[in-house]
């Protein structure tokens, strides 16, 4: 089993900046063998990928609706997960939810790990 808890979400002002924190443990979690994915979900909209970063942290991809304005990182001595979110917009706003899966996590999949999701709320 893998455990993923996410926090750094709270409320911010258009062009302002959050930090998201993912932090993953478990009896079965080891750094390299999971691909870590960030995805949100808005109000009445269907959750989307964000970002992931490989097991490595040598890999990383964006949706095009935050590349250029969001990085993801990871600390495998910390097992945490980093989503630097910059130039944030009102359409930034919703569940943040972290994603661990040995296959990828550009897209979810059953047998994969999701966190609890923190709320992120951009005020225009």
């Known amino acids: 089993q893998v455990q993923l808890v996410e926090s750094g979400g709270g409320l911010v002002q258009a062009g302002g900046s959050l930090r998201l924190s993912c932090a993953a443990s478990?009896?079965?979690?080891?750094?390299?063998?999971?691909?870590i994915g960030w995805f949100r979900q808005a109000p009445g909209k269907e959750r989307e990928f964000v970002a992931t970063i490989s097991r490595g942290g040598g890999r990383t991809y964006y949706s095009d609706s935050v590349e250029g304005r969001f990085t993801i990182s990871r600390d495998n001595a910390k097992n945490t997960v980093y989503l630097q979110m910059n130039s944030l917009k009102p359409e930034d706003t919703a569940v943040y939810y972290c994603?661990?899966?040995?296959?990828?996590?550009?897209?979810?999949?059953?047998?994969?790990?999701w966190g609890q999701g923190t709320q992120v709320t951009v005020s225009s």
């Open positions: 478990g009896r079965t979690f080891t750094n390299y063998a999971y691909d």
């Open positions: 994603y661990a899966d040995s296959r990828g996590a550009t897209i979810s999949r059953p047998g994969g790990y």
